[in-house]
């Protein structure tokens, strides 16, 4: 009987989390090369003509007293980096290294790409602190590691136990590593 008001929390969460991925999946598009955590990455080896490219996305912002989050969802917009020629592969990270991933969703657009991301916490009491969430693997066409600025985060949300937007916290790209090409 200890676990039905636990569960009663968590449930209407992750169904939150399950209808803003619903919503931000927009008008489809889909496709592309997207993999969950677990296992190596779906991404093919850098060669002589691209990079790889490994940003890490953080939840920031002051949290209020009592708020115990229960999952981020948002999307990665890579623009600049032509359509088709990215690839990725999400793996929670950080204080959600532990998370339950989503399936991602690349969508290709005519000058760039997106990565839609949910990920929920699967501790019973939820998240207090900020700190890294995800990292996204990309291979990106070119022989340079693109700068920070490329990427945009959008349709940031951040949810708690009951579902409810958690005021002054967000996502954020906060850092952009990489291995340029030979």
């Known amino acids: ?16 989390l399950l209808l803003l991925a619903t919503a931000c999946s927009g008008g489809g598009g889909g496709g592309g090369t997207s993999s969950s955590s677990g296992g190596s990455p779906a991404e093919p080896p850098p060669d002589a003509t691209s990079a790889r490219v490994t940003v890490t996305l953080a939840l920031n912002g002051t949290l209020p007293p009592q708020a115990a989050i229960a999952g981020v969802a948002f999307t990665l917009r890579f623009p600049g980096i032509p359509a088709g020629t990215a690839s990725a592969a999400v ?7 532990n998370g339950l991933l ?31 969430v995800a990292a996204v693997s990309l291979v990106v066409p070119g022989t340079t590691v693109p700068p920070p600025e490329r990427f945009a985060v959008e349709n940031g949300t951040v949810v708690d136990l009951l579902g409810n937007a958690v005021a002054g916290a967000g996502i954020v790209v906060s850092a952009v590593n990489g291995q340029p090409s030979p």
């Open 1 to 16: 009987m200890a676990t039905i008001p636990r569960l009663g929390r968590i449930l209407p969460a992750t169904l939150l």
């Open 91 to 97: 793996t929670p990270a950080g204080i959600l290294r």
């Open 102 to 132: 989503l399936p991602p969703v690349y969508t290709a657009a005519g000058n760039g790409g997106s990565l839609q991301v949910v990920l929920a916490d699967t501790t019973a009491g939820g998240l207090r602190a900020t700190g890294p």
